[in-house]
């Protein structure tokens, strides 16, 4: 069966930045676009940032300028590049294409300490 495993989560001060890599199956990865989306406890599942096939970008406004993606399509992997972290940034971060597969995997936990 197809899976997402997401990876470089952790704690990290205010400022601080992280690097998520997301290892996607190709079904998933030859898709338009990819996606990363989080969720903060309480709250439902968002968007963060995409990106297409072609290169181009797109980011939440609460994101941009901070976080960067992009993709190697040699290694069916997605990144997700966050710097200058805020406390509000904390969620688990999963990648997916955009529009999403209905299946999920199962994340990495971005603690952002203030």
């Known amino acids: 069966q197809v899976q997402l495993v997401e990876s470089g989560g952790g704690l990290v001060q205010a400022g601080g930045s992280l690097r998520l890599s997301c290892a996607a199956p190709e079904i998933i990865f030859r898709i338009n676009s990819m996606g990363w989306y989080r969720q903060a406890p309480g709250n439902q599942r968002e968007l963060v940032a995409i990106?297409?096939?072609?290169?181009?970008?797109n980011y939440a406004d609460s994101v941009k300028g901070r976080f960067t993606i992009s993709r190697d399509d040699a290694k069916n992997t997605a990144y997700l590049q966050m710097n200058m972290l805020k406390p509000e940034d904390t969620a688990v971060y999963f990648c997916?294409?955009?529009?999403?597969?209905?299946?999920w995997g199962q994340g990495t936990q971005v603690t952002v300490s203030s």
């Open positions: 997916n294409s955009y529009p999403a597969f209905g299946f």
């Open positions: 990106i297409t096939r072609g290169g181009t970008t």
